[in-house]
């Protein structure tokens, strides 16, 4: 308060003595229907001071006053998560809600970041997209297809927001990160251990295939682990997905190359869950020999030799790597150039490698066919945010955003930014963590 007080006496004179993070705390530490009121009360009063003050001092309080007075804390992203007052009510909303802790990643599509739910101290990530053009077919399928889905082996949609510069899509948060970093660090897995989390890919697959959905972009990227000491895998990226209800047969050529099936390739009309299917192949692969199986050892990023291999369906096992024979047989019955004659997730199901230690809760769903119980069903139903309201988001955020009511004082997004570095760097868990 007493620093409140100071900025609202001598704005010009006592603001920029002030370290930017005593300006945010300053102010953040309020909640925010008080920091609005307070907003409001100091306009007022460098209204009536600017009145007699000098001109330099005025310059400075009418464009403090006028810019929003926006300050930030070190736990909020470089992208305007809050809105202020003139970003109106969902944006406001979000930030009375979310806690912005850090980032997770970046991509193609925007930035990923950690936050906590004030009111249940859940920690989710939110996927931010900019506004405008980026707002396309595609985002809309994603979020559409993703809020259908709820499965213990797929990351859990919760709502779509908008702020004044992007569309905002929270979900559940994997706290163990990438399957891929996993790999990564064991160089690869026994087979008892790639089948387990085989297992769970394959129930999570199966289940968007029963809902009518493809994935079409299966990878071990996309493919999240929770943080548990048993961990349970989490699929997540919808965006390449498509609905066999909603949308028309896949013809594109799309998803990652290492992965993509022989059809995909043939740009005609093609079954996306027969596709997914090669991948998961591709996944399992990779999990038992730490490489991909149609990459050319010797030109590992030569793309045209990768999928000339693809077509030509040219991989092998390597010698040192112990790999069973019932293993080696469903590999080979994935891995078929002709879509009609590839194996079906029903018929890897029945196969004794696949049912060898399979969890109990994955036989359960199969047999209950992914069916939760009806009060499970009925309490997400009401939970889960309405159709409507989401394309009426999606509308508002093809809009391109107002890139002003993000802007803020340059000393202190770049104090923030080496901040945001430092605690990444240092911070526990850092590494391994996603979206």
């Known amino acids: 308060l007493p620093h409140v007080s100071a900025i609202a006496r001598r704005p010009a004179a006592l603001v920029p003595s002030l370290p930017p993070l005593l300006r945010a705390e300053a102010v953040l530490r309020f909640p925010v229907t008080a920091r609005a009121t307070l907003y409001i009360f100091l306009r007022l009063l460098v209204s009536c001071w600017v009145s007699s003050s000098s001109s330099s001092s005025k310059r400075f309080a ?13 736990l909020e992203p470089p992208l305007e998560i809050q ?34 739910d004030k009111r249940t101290k859940e920690l989710v990530a939110v996927k931010y997209i900019e506004r405008g053009k980026k707002i396309d077919e595609n985002v809309q399928r994603e979020i559409i297809n993703h809020r259908s889905l709820r499965h213990p082996n797929i990351i859990r949609f919760k709502e779509v927001c908008v702020t004044p510069t992007h569309l905002a899509i929270v979900m559940e948060y994997a706290a163990g990160g990438e399957l891929f970093e996993r790999i990564c660090t064991a160089g690869r897995f026994s087979e008892d251990e790639a089948r387990y989390f085989f297992q769970q890919l394959l129930s999570g697959v199966s289940y968007c295939h029963s809902m009518e959905i493809c994935h079409r972009d299966l990878k071990l990227e996309n493919t999240l682990l929770d943080g548990s000491p048993t961990p349970r895998v989490k699929i997540c990226d919808f965006g390449y997905s498509k609905s066999a209800l909603l949308h028309s047969k896949p013809k594109s050529t799309v998803g990652t190359p290492a992965y993509i099936a022989p059809e995909v390739l043939s740009r005609k009309e093609y079954d996306g869950k027969v596709a997914d ?55 080979s019955q994935i891995f078929t ?32 066919n992914f069916k939760e119980p009806e009060t499970e069903t009925e309490t997400a139903a009401a939970a889960a945010q309405p159709v409507e309201e989401i394309m009426r988001i999606i509308q508002e955020a093809k809009a391109p955003g107002d890139m002003s009511k993000s802007s803020a004082d340059a000393a202190l997004l770049a104090e923030l930014a080496e901040l945001q570095s430092d605690d990444e760097e240092e911070g526990p868990g850092a590494e391994g963590e996603t979206y």
């Open 62 to 74: 009418l464009s403090w006053c006028f810019s929003g007075g926006r300050i930030r804390s070190e």
């Open 83 to 116: 809105g202020g007052l003139e970003a109106g009510g969902r944006a406001v909303a979000m930030e009375e809600r979310y806690e912005a802790l850090k980032e997770l990643g970046t991509g193609n599509f925007g930035v990923a970041r950690l936050v906590r």
């Open 277 to 331: 299917v090669w991948s998961c192949g591709v996944t399992l692969y990779v999990m038992l020999i730490g490489s991909y199986p149609f990459e050319d050892p010797e030109d590992p990023r030569n793309f045209r030799k990768t999928i000339s291999r693809i077509l030509g369906v040219q991989y092998s096992i390597p010698d040192y790597v112990r790999v069973s024979s019932d293993c080696r047989r469903l590999l």
């Open 337 to 368: 150039a002709d879509p009609s004659k590839r194996i079906t997730i029903a018929e890897i199901k029945k196969l004794p490698w696949y049912l060898k230690s399979l969890p109990k809760e994955i036989t359960e769903r199969d047999r209950a």
